[in-house]
Each structure stands twice: as structure tokens, then as C-alpha cells.
């Protein structure tokens, strides 16, 4: 069995944007674009990385639909290796989790055993597989908590369902794509395997890694055992550790300025310690200040900083956390502030189009002119008692490009004459209750901008290979983990800042990565 050279590196030192790009322009001088794949375990990342190498002046006429399946997930490749030997293999064949939910409806399972932002019942069946159990063999070694509150049972019975929903319908999910790839796929004539995020490869996936790199001259596994996070669902951190030994180090950090370099540094010791090695990270020449938050609802000099911060700059934030309540204390705390927010990888909590109505609706009753677009914006949301019936948005198109104001929308009569009267939110169409009108009246107060939604929110387990500016840290437990996943839980979640951090720690019961 081939084994892979290990490139390793701490956060930021740029292993993704600089060393796979470096080593795919180096490969293409020996072999085809068409013989290097470069495997990721997120469609985010592939996509980041595709779109790096076709900037490459190498790959000029070369097409985004050509590197389809030569940048992707190792999900798409095996089932894209799997075209052909099988008709339940096409393109959209994969058990999305909206079918899952909806097939969770048909049988009619409670919503008390249907997690939608978990998919619990889904998760379970991948954790088993990534650890190369069968559901009972998973159930005595797991966290039952965290797949609460399903029982051994409830899944036994669903799965007999969950089984015939995919046959009949010709599906597959994660899971299948992987066990059919090891079980029935050929190896494939390739020159170069890159995957990138190794660590955080489970056995099964592992095992078809492998399969793939059979007939490569080159394979390498870029990432580090130190971010191995995902050992729940079958990432070995051990061999990983052990392929650290004799990898190629990357040291000097892009990324975390000198005070997130010394906290983390300091936070994953212990397992630097265990293993028997000590790793050298540069940081930026970046200063920094690491400060602690008692609570979000206390009023204190750190939290005053952070506040300052948020509004006085355009940096960026990102709070992060381990547990579930710090989600809901995250969201509380936004909209106490009048902080506009987004989960990460989603839009903004309320739209940037409902923001503009609310901004753009009372200066256009002061009198301010707008244009068609602007108008157009806030129209949807303008109440039947101020539009007159008949008049939509449709006419707006045989308008000259020009700027209107309210005299001139009442006079050609799309609006009542009591148009401007009522300045405020009273005007929305949609109803919108009243705490979000709150929500809302203090992002305009605090000084709404159009931009990009700078403060943003996820589980630490979502935002590997992010960067932001300044990292909010929450430690809150809800189940319990062992000491070395404390700490790398914690290494990622501080190492995707620049400047400054802060550390919440009193929300309930937490740990601080100590014995």
C-alpha cells in the first residue's frame, strides 16, 4: 500500500492557498491537469482551491466544468467513479438531508425524534460508518447524549425505512458512496493525489484514499494532527501524529499575530508534550490582546473593547462555540446590541433587503430622491394603505433612469396622498414582530452598512480553514470530552483570528483544558 507524504503546518502558514498551489504548478510540468486530482472534504474548500488554480497562467482555456471532478469532495470522486457501473450513481443521486427530513415526515416520526438542524438519525448512521461499527457496535462506545433523543431502538426501526426509501427511489447517501467505491470501483489511472484537511479523514475514507493513490507516482496529505477534531465520527489523530514525524514542516504563519500565536501555542502543548515533539510557528508581526469576557451580559472593560470594536471598525468577527446554548446566548446578545449577524455559510439574520426598506423608506418621506432601484427595493414591503391598487411594480419598467421622490410617486399615482405620513415600520406589508422591529431599529441606530455581514457565528466544528479578523471564543461543555479534544477544539477555535480574541467563560459549566 502506498503511504502519503505528509505536509503539515499549524493554522494560517498557508497550506491550502500557497503549498497545494505551489505543488500543483510544480506537478503540471511533469503531468496532464487531466492525472491530478486534489481531494477536499467540503465543496467550500474545493470550490476556494479550484478557483486558485485556474487563476494559474498554466491553466489558461482550461474550464470550471472541466476541473468538475478533478478539484471536489472525495464524496464527488467516488461517486463520480462509480458513473457507469451502476445506474443509482448519476449525478444528483445523493441522499440530500431535505429528503431525509422528508422521508422522516412520511413515516411520521415526531419531531421530538427529528432534529432539522442536526439530522441526528443521518449523523448517526455516518458516525458508525466512519468508525467502521454497524449501529449497535457504535452505540456501546458513543455519546448517547449527543444523538438525543434517539435510543438504539428508534434507530434499529427507522433504518429498515430509511434502506427502502433510498431503493426505491435510487439513491444513495455519503455513506454508500464510499463502501461502493471500496467495493466496486476500479482503481483509477491518475498521476498525483492531493487531499487536502487529511486529518480529518475517517477509516472508511482513508481506505479509498488509498485505493485511489494505487497506481499515483505522487500522493500527499496536507493538513495537521494537531486540528483532528473529528475523531467522533472515525478521524485517527494517532496516525497522523505518526506521518508528523517525518513530514515536511510549514512554520511560518500568514495568519495569527503574536497574541493568538501564544495562546494557542500554549493551549495545545500538552499534546506537543505527549507526543514528544515541539513545533516552530512564526507569527505575524500582528500584536494583539487576548481579553476575558466573565459573561456576555456583563458590562466590563473587555466588553466594552469588543462593542468599540464592532462599530468602530470594519474588521471582522466571529464568535464561535462549543455547545448549543452558546448558539441561542450568541443570538440574544446580537440582538441586544443591534448587532447585524449571520450564521456562517448563510445570509445575514435579517436580509439585506429588508434592512433597505427600513433605511430607505423614512428618508424617501423626508423628501430624499431615489432611484428605480432603490424604490423597487422597499416597494414589496410598502402596505396596501399607502399603494394604489393597480399600480405595481411591473410599470416601474417603462420609467426613464432617473431619480423620483415621493411628490412625484403621489402625483403620477402610485402612492395615496397619506403616503408620507407614516414614516416608520407601521408601513411594512409583511408582518414582523415586534421584537425583531426592535432588532432591527437598533442596527439602523447603531449605523447599518451595506457590506458584507461582519460579525458572524458557527460551531468550532464548521469553521476550520476560516480567517477573521478577531475571534469570540466561548467554552461552555455540553457533553463531555476528553482532555485532548478540549484542546484542539480550542486550538482551531482561537487560530482563526488575526488580531484580537476574547474568552467567555462562565456561561453555565465549562472547561478551560486543564486536568
Not at 485511489?212 to 500527499?220: I, L, S
Not at 456562517?344 to 424617501?364: D, M, R, Y
Not at 484542539?488 to 483570528?497: C, D, E, I, T, W
Amino acid at each position: 500500500m502506498k503511504q502519503p507524504k505528509f505536509i503539515s503546518g499549524p493554522p494560517g502558514t498557508r497550506k491550502t492557498s500557497k503549498w497545494i498551489v505551489d505543488k500543483y504548478k510544480e506537478l503540471l510540468k511533469k503531468y496532464s491537469y487531466k492525472n491530478i486530482i486534489i481531494l477536499s472534504h467540503t465543496n467550500v474548500a474545493a470550490d476556494e482551491i479550484k478557483k486558485e488554480i485556474l487563476k494559474l497562467s498554466e491553466m489558461e482555456g482550461v474550464t470550471k466544468k472541466a476541473m468538475k471532478y478533478k478539484i471536489c469532495t472525495i464524496h464527488a470522486y467516488c461517486r463520480n467513479r462509480l458513473v457507469g457501473v451502476k445506474e443509482l450513481f448519476s449525478y444528483e443521486d445523493h441522499m440530500s438531508l431535505t429528503i431525509i427530513e422528508s422521508l422522516f415526515k412520511l413515516q411520521r416520526v415526531t419531531e421530538a425524534q427529528f432534529n432539522a438542524d442536526e439530522h441526528l438519525f443521518y449523523r448517526y448512521l455516518k458516525d458508525a460508518h466512519g468508525m467502521g461499527k454497524n449501529i449497535k457496535e457504535h452505540w456501546r462506545s458513543c455519546d448517547k447524549a449527543s444523538y438525543s433523543p434517539y435510543s438504539l431502538n428508534s434507530i434499529e426501526e427507522m433504518l429498515p425505512h430509511y434502506n427502502k426509501f433510498k431503493n426505491d427511489n435510487h439513491l444513495c447517501d455519503y455513506t454508500d458512496m464510499i463502501q461502493e467505491f471500496l467495493d466496486k470501483a476500479k482503481e483509477p489511472d491518475i498521476d498525483a493525489l492531493i487531499v487536502d484537511e487529511a486529518q480529518d479523514s475517517n477509516r472508511p475514507q482513508k481506505e479509498a484514499l488509498d485505493k485511489m493513490a494505487t497506481k499515483t507516482k505522487e500522493y500527499y496529505f496536507v493538513g495537521d494532527a494537531d486540528q483532528t477534531i473529528f475523531e467522533f465520527a472515525g478521524a485517527d489523530s494517532n496516525y497522523f501524529h505518526k506521518l508528523s514525524r517525518e513530514a515536511e514542516q510549514l512554520d511560518q504563519g500568514y495568519r495569527c499575530g503574536k497574541t493568538i500565536t501564544n495562546v494557542c501555542k500554549n493551549i495545545i502543548r500538552p499534546i506537543w508534550n505527549h507526543y514528544g515533539y515541539e513545533r516552530t510557528w512564526k507569527p505575524t508581526d500582528i500584536i494583539g490582546k487576548h481579553y476575558y469576557l466573565p459573561s456576555l451580559n456583563k458590562r466590563c472593560s473587555a466588553m466594552t473593547a469588543l462593542l468599540d470594536k464592532i462599530k468602530h471598525t470594519d474588521e471582522t468577527f466571529l464568535f464561535t462555540y462549543r455547545g448549543t446554548p452558546s448558539d441561542t446566548w450568541f443570538k440574544k446578545f446580537f440582538k441586544q446590541q443591534g448587532i447585524e449577524f449571520a450564521h456562517v455559510g448563510n445570509t445575514a439574520h435579517v436580509p439585506k433587503k429588508e434592512l433597505q426598506c427600513h433605511k430607505l423608506w423614512p428618508e424617501f418621506c423626508r423628501g430624499t430622491p431615489m432611484s428605480l432601484k432603490q424604490i423597487k427595493n422597499f416597494w414589496e414591503y410598502l402596505d396596501n394603505k399607502v399603494i394604489v391598487q393597480g399600480r405595481d411594480e411591473e410599470s416601474f419598467d417603462e420609467w426613464v433612469d432617473r431619480e423620483y421622490t415621493l411628490d412625484y410617486m403621489k402625483y403620477h399615482k402610485y402612492l395615496k396622498e397619506n403616503a408620507g405620513k407614516e414614516r416608520d415600520f407601521a408601513l411594512i406589508r409583511k408582518k414582523t414582530d415586534p421584537d425583531r422591529l426592535i432588532y432591527i431599529r437598533k442596527i439602523l441606530n447603531r449605523g447599518y452598512d451595506d457590506g458584507e455581514v461582519r460579525v458572524k457565528y458557527a460551531n468550532i466544528h464548521t469553521v476550520k480553514g476560516l480567517t477573521f479578523d478577531n475571534v469570540v471564543v466561548d467554552l461552555t461543555a455540553t457533553r463531555q470530552e476528553d482532555y485532548f479534544t478540549q484542546l484542539r477544539l480550542k486550538y482551531v477555535a482561537y487560530s482563526r483570528g488575526k488580531f484580537d480574541c476574547w474568552t467567555v467563560a462562565s456561561q453555565g459549566k465549562y472547561t478551560l483544558g486543564v486536568r
